[in-house]
C-alpha cells in the first residue's frame, strides 16, 4: 500500500521566495495534519483537516503560511514570504477518524531550508 | 488538556542492555496510545498500540502495556540493537480524535 506522500523531499531557496509544500494522504483516510519539527521545538501541529475542511489552524505560526486540501486525495502547505526562521521539516500525516483507535501515518517530510 | 510526558533523554545504551522509556499521560476519558519511532531522515512510523486498559502492544521485539492505573505506557525491550537508534515518541488519542504527542527521546545504541 502506498503511504503517505510528500514532495518534495528536499527544498533549498532564498529567503522571500513562495515555497510550496504537497501531499498525498493514504487513500480512505479523511484527516489530514501539517506538522513542522525543528531541534528546538520539537514536533508541533500545524493545522488539521477533516473531510477537507480545516478544523484547526491555531498552530499555523504566522499569516505567511496558508494551507488548502482542494480534494480528498492532495493538499499543500505555502509559505509566502519564506524567511530562515522556516527552516525545518515539515511532515504530513493522515488517518481515518472513524474510530479512536485509528493512528496518524506520516509520510517522509519535507527537508526545508531556506537561506 | 490530554498530555503526554516522557523520559527526557538522550539515552545512550550498549548493545544486548535492556530499555524502558517511560511514558505517561493525562487524559479525561480513554484514550487509545501509541509508541512511534523515527530513524534518521525519515518520518515517524507507528511502532505499537494499545487501546483499552491492561493490552499490550508489542513489535519488533517491543513492548507496552496500558495502564490505567498509573495512566502509564512505558515501552520496555529486553535487548536493544545499533539498529534500534532512533528518537522514540509516545502519543495518545482522544476521543475527539485529538493527537498528543510527547517530545521525543532519543536513543543511542552503541556496539
Known amino acids: 500500500d502506498a503511504g503517505v506522500i510528500q514532495s518534495p523531499r528536499h527544498e533549498v531557496t532564498e529567503m522571500g521566495q513562495e515555497v510550496t509544500l504537497r501531499c498525498k494522504p493514504i487513500?480512505?483516510?479523511?484527516?489530514l495534519f501539517w506538522y513542522r519539527q525543528t531541534m528546538m521545538r520539537g514536533l508541533e501541529l500545524l493545522i488539521y483537516f477533516n473531510n477537507n475542511v480545516p478544523i484547526d489552524d491555531s498552530g499555523m505560526p504566522e499569516d505567511r503560511f496558508s494551507a488548502k486540501m482542494p480534494n480528498a486525495s492532495f493538499s499543500t502547505l505555502k509559505i509566502q514570504p519564506s524567511e530562515p526562521r522556516d527552516s525545518a521539516v515539515y511532515f504530513c500525516?493522515?488517518?481515518?477518524?472513524?474510530?479512536?483507535?485509528?493512528?496518524?501515518?506520516f509520510g517522509d517530510g519535507t527537508r526545508l531550508s531556506i537561506l | 488538556g490530554d498530555s503526554v510526558t516522557q523520559m527526557e533523554g538522550p539515552v545512550t545504551l550498549s548493545e544486548e542492555a535492556f530499555l524502558t522509556i517511560n511514558c505517561t499521560y493525562t487524559?479525561?476519558?480513554?484514550?487509545?496510545l501509541f509508541w512511534y519511532v523515527q530513524y534518521p531522515g525519515e518520518g515517524l512510523q507507528l511502532l505499537l498500540k494499545a487501546t483499552k486498559a491492561d493490552d499490550k502492544g508489542s513489535n519488533k521485539g517491543f513492548e507496552a502495556t496500558y495502564r490505567k492505573e498509573t495512566t502509564s505506557f512505558h515501552l520496555e525491550k529486553g535487548s536493544v540493537q545499533v539498529s534500534d537508534s532512533a528518537v522514540y515518541f509516545c502519543?495518545?488519542?482522544?476521543?475527539?480524535?485529538?493527537?498528543?504527542f510527547g517530545a521525543g527521546t532519543r536513543l543511542t545504541v552503541k556496539p
Open positions: 502519543a495518545l488519542k482522544d476521543n475527539n480524535n485529538d493527537m498528543r
Open positions: 500525516a493522515s488517518s481515518f477518524t472513524g474510530a479512536s483507535n485509528q493512528p496518524q501515518h
Open positions: 487513500s480512505g483516510h479523511n484527516s
Open positions: 487524559a479525561t476519558g480513554y484514550p487509545s
